[in-house]
């Protein structure tokens, strides 16, 4: 793609055009969510892995399944429990006999998909969990020795229940780093759920429409990494990942409250998050607003509290906060 800021505005524009009828699309099956809506298209547009966090019956899976049919992409759907196997998400080989000779044949799992939901992640073993590790670094699985591209693109939206915890696992921190974000799923407000009671108990709904492709959701993705980012919004982010380090961090509620804080992946993270929460706004470039607005859904999986944190009554969110405050 070319770099010329002629180029990036005219494709921003016809992107902002999509953009609108995307969002219709969803909304349309989805009430009352608009900023879920727009930090799951904004971790799609950075080509990331987002997690849904929030309790049931907010709609995490409707939109996983929405975004599959919105965006044209090829999706699969886990259900993780205690008993899946590695093999049951990457695939296995099986041993084959043709014409007197045997030889083994790789069957794909459900992973080979554009887009794979992983509902409830945290109940499946941290054995199981891992085979997702390297699918959503490297977008390949390796079976028996042998490497397998994944389709591209390849995103992977995980749920979880924050409220009922008996017989789950907690995800490890090198899975936890894979997402982009994590996206914390609340109530909705009044009118959109009146909204929504109107429209789901009556005659059934409209089924969602493709309003982009998969092909479309790739050059975007492109675009976003053509977007300029300007000195001081490097600055900003490199300033709030590395305050958000005990070891480096200024502020002395940090050195003595942050167990740990998060690596390098957070500051790419807000960099390409940044850039495209910008071209989803129809702007150009990202400012110092867009790396606040996501700071709390990038940093607060990557970072933890020390039991004096939590003894003193500090809580993350209001860290991160604190941090973001003093970015200006």
Same mark, same amino acid.
């Given at each position: ?10 494709a921003t524009e016809a992107l902002g055009a999509r953009v609108v009828q995307v969002r219709a699309a969803i909304g349309r099956v989805i009430f009352g969510q608009d900023e879920v809506i727009d930090q799951t298209l904004?971790?799609?547009? %950075?080509?990331?892995?987002?997690l849904l966090v929030g309790v049931p019956g907010l709609g995490k899976s409707r939109l996983v399944e929405t975004l599959g049919v919105v965006l044209g992409m090829a999706t699969k759907r886990i259900q993780f429990t ?31 998909c554009q887009l794979l939901m992983a509902d409830e992640i945290n109940r499946a073993s941290p054995r199981t969990q891992s085979a997702l590790l390297q699918a959503m670094q490297e977008q390949r699985v390796a079976i ?13 939206? +995980? ?9 789950? $696992? ?16 609340? $109530?909705?407000?009044?009118? =959109? ?45 490199? %300033? ?28 790419? +993270? ?21 790396? +606040? ?14 039991? %004096? +944190?939590? =003894? ?17």
């Amino acid at each position: 793609m070319n770099d010329d800021p002629n180029t990036i505005l005219a494709a921003t524009e016809a992107l902002g055009a999509r953009v609108v009828q995307v969002r219709a699309a969803i909304g349309r099956v989805i009430f009352g969510q608009d900023e879920v809506i727009d930090q799951t298209l904004i971790t799609l547009l %950075s080509g990331g892995h987002v997690l849904l966090v929030g309790v049931p019956g907010l709609g995490k899976s409707r939109l996983v399944e929405t975004l599959g049919v919105v965006l044209g992409m090829a999706t699969k759907r886990i259900q993780f429990t205690p008993d899946l196997m590695p093999a049951d998400i990457v695939g296995s080989e099986v041993l084959d006999e043709t014409e007197g000779r045997r030889a083994f044949r790789f069957v794909p799992g459900p992973v080979f998909c554009q887009l794979l939901m992983a509902d409830e992640i945290n109940r499946a073993s941290p054995r199981t969990q891992s085979a997702l590790l390297q699918a959503m670094q490297e977008q390949r699985v390796a079976i028996g020795g042998v490497e397998h591209p994944l389709p591209r693109p390849f995103h992977v939206l +995980a749920t979880q229940n924050p409220i009922e915890q008996e017989g789950t $696992y907690p995800l490890p921190e090198a899975q936890l780093d894979r997402f982009l974000l994590q996206v914390d799923v609340s $109530y909705p407000d009044l009118a =959109a759920e009146r909204a929504m009671l109107l429209a789901t108990t009556g005659t059934p709904e409209e089924p969602p429409v493709e309003a982009m492709t998969a092909a479309d959701l790739a050059m975007a993705q492109a675009l976003v990494r053509r977007l300029p980012v300007g000195e001081k919004v490097v600055d900003a982010i490199l %300033s709030l990942v590395r305050g958000c380090r005990p070891e480096s961090a200024e502020d002395d509620i940090v050195r003595r409250h942050v167990a740990w804080g998060p690596g390098p992946r957070a500051a790419q +993270a807000l960099m390409l998050a940044s850039r495209a929460r910008a071209l989803l706004g129809g702007r150009l470039a990202p400012s110092i607003d867009d790396v +606040a607005a996501l700071a709390r859904p990038v940093l607060r999986h990557r970072m933890a509290l020390s039991f %004096s +944190a939590r =003894a003193d009554g500090i809580l993350l969110p209001d860290l991160i906060d604190r941090l973001v405050g003093k970015m200006g």
